[in-house]
C-alpha cells in the first residue's frame, strides 16, 4: 500500500513546530514517491479541534499517523493555563493570610482543571485520530512522539491505543524504518500492549542524522496552515543549528533526550535554510539548540556559521538562542552583534560558584562575565535574561547574597534595564540527577508518579525544600504583591533588603570542601 503520512501538531502555544517539519523534510528527501500532510492544531480554535481533524483525515486518509505532543509539565515561573502556576502554588503552602491561601488554591484547582484538561483532550484527539483513520486504511499505523512524550513515556503508554508507537527523541529512523517496513527493534520506541519499553531506553543515544536544508518549498506544499507563522513580523521562526548537549547539569532533561553526543550541522546547510525563510518575510531567527556553544570545541562552527550568514546578505535580521557565556571570544561577540543578535538566554541557575560546581552545571562564572564584559564592548545593548533557580541543591543564605552580588555584576555590564532575571524553582523531572537524588534521598517514592498534580505531589516536584523554602515561599509573595509585573527583579531587590550582598570575589570562588557522607547528586 502507498504510505502516506499525516503529521499531527496537537494543540500548544504558537509555537512553530519545528520537530514536524523537519521529519516531514527528512522523510521526503529519502522517499520523495511518500505522500505527506502537516496539520497544526495550534492554528485551530479549540472548539473546531475535533472536527478539524476528523475533516483533515476524512481528506487526506493517511496510512501512517504521527502525532507530536510537546508539552505536558505545567511547572513555569509565568503565566500558564489560565494563571501563574509558581504563584498560585505559593500563595497556597506559604501564605499566612487565609484569603491569600484560598485565592491560591482555587487558582491551582483551575490550573489542576486545565492540566487534566488537555491531558484527556490530547489523548482524546488520538484515539479520534487512530479511529478515523483505521475508518479508510484498517491497518493503519499511530506514532505518538514529542517533547511530551519523551519526557513521559512510560506514563502516557498506559492511556494511548493499543497498537500506538511511542517515540522517544528523535523520529527519523523511527519513521525510515516504518516506511520501510523493517523491524523497530533497535529504535528508541515500544509498540503500547505488544512491547515494553526497555530499561533506561530514554538513555540510548540517537542514531546520527546529517543535516541538510529543509526544503521549505516542500513543506509549504503540504502544510496549508504554513502562512499562519509568516503574519507575525515579531514572531520568531526555528532553525536548528546542532544536536545534544555534552553537559551533565543535575535537573536537565535535554541531555538525556537528545544524546551527549553533539552533532553539528553544516553551517552552508544552516544558511540556506536561513535564506529560504529570509526570502518568504522572516527577518526573526530561533536558533533550536539546547545550547548555542555548548563548549569552547564548538566555537569555531559558530563563527563559521555567522560569518556565512554575513556573506548571505541577511543584514536586516534579529536572532536569539540560548547560550553558554563561558564560551564567547571577542571575536564571536562581534559577529554575534553584526549579526543581528537581540536576545539571549543565559541558564546559569545561580551566582555562586559553589553551587554551580554542586549542580554539575561545567560554568566558570569569572570567565561568564569576562566574556559579556567583551559581549558589550562589541556593541550589544538589547535584553539578556539570566535564569536564576533557587534552592536547588544545599542552598545557604551566603550563596543566595553571592547570587545577588552576580547578578549586579550582569546590572553593572549590561544595564540594569537590560538584565531580567528569570526566578524558577525547577519542576523536578523524570530521568535527571535531581530525581536520581530525591529517590535516594527518599523526598520521592520509586514508582512516584510524576504526571500527577495532587497537592502533596506538587509540593515535592516543584523543587523549593526546606530549610529555605518557607524563606522563599515568603520573598517571593512580597515580590508578586509589590510589584507582580516585574517579578524576577522585585525578587533581586527584596533578596537584598533581607540579607545584604556578598563581595563579588566570593561569588566567583568554590573552594573545595570534603563530600557529604552522602552524595549529593548520584552518577550517570
Known sequence: MESRILYVRLPCNPIFPIGVVYLADHVHKLFPQVQQRIFDLGTVPPIDYATALDACIDEFQPTLLVFSWRDIQIYAPVGGRGGNPLQYTFEFFYSRNPLVKLKGALGLLRIAGGYYGELWQNLGLIKRGTRRAQRYNPEAKVVVGGGAVSVFYEQLGKSLPKGAIVSVGEGETLLEKLVRGESLQNERCYVVGETQPRDRLIHEAPAPIEKTACNYDYIQSIWNEFEYYLQAEDFYVGVQTKRGCPHNCCYCIYTVIEGKQVRVNPADEVVAEMRQLYDRGIRNFWFTDAQLIPARKYIDDVVELLQKVLQAGMQDIHWAAYIRADNLTPELCDLMVKTGMNYFEIGITSGSQELVRKMRMGYNLRTVLQNCRD??????????????????????????????????????????????????????????????????????????????????????????????????????????????????????????????????????????????????????
Open 375 to 524: 559581549l558589550k564592548a562589541a556593541g550589544f545593548n538589547d535584553l539578556v535574561s539570566v535564569n536564576y533557580s533557587f534552592n536547588v541543591i544545599d542552598e545557604t543564605l551566603d550563596t543566595i547574597r553571592q547570587t545577588i552580588a552576580y547578578h549586579r555584576e550582569l546590572e553593572n555590564i549590561f544595564g540594569a534595564d537590560k538584565v531580567e532575571p528569570a526566578i524558577f524553582f525547577i519542576g523536578l523531572q523524570p530521568h535527571t540527577h535531581l530525581e536520581e537524588f530525591a529517590l535516594q534521598n527518599e523526598v520521592l517514592r520509586p514508582g512516584y508518579d510524576p504526571m500527577n498534580i495532587k497537592p502533596w505531589t506538587v509540593r515535592k516536584l516543584l523543587w523549593n525544600p526546606e530549610p529555605l523554602g518557607s524563606f522563599f515561599g515568603e520573598v517571593c509573595l512580597q515580590a508578586w504583591k509589590r510589584n507582580p509585573n516585574d517579578f524576577g527583579r522585585e525578587v533581586m531587590n527584596i533578596l537584598e533588603e533581607r540579607l545584604g550582598r556578598a563581595p563579588l570575589e566570593e561569588a566567583l570562588s568554590a573552594p573545595i570542601v570534603e563530600p557529604p557522607t552522602k552524595p549529593l547528586v548520584l552518577s550517570a
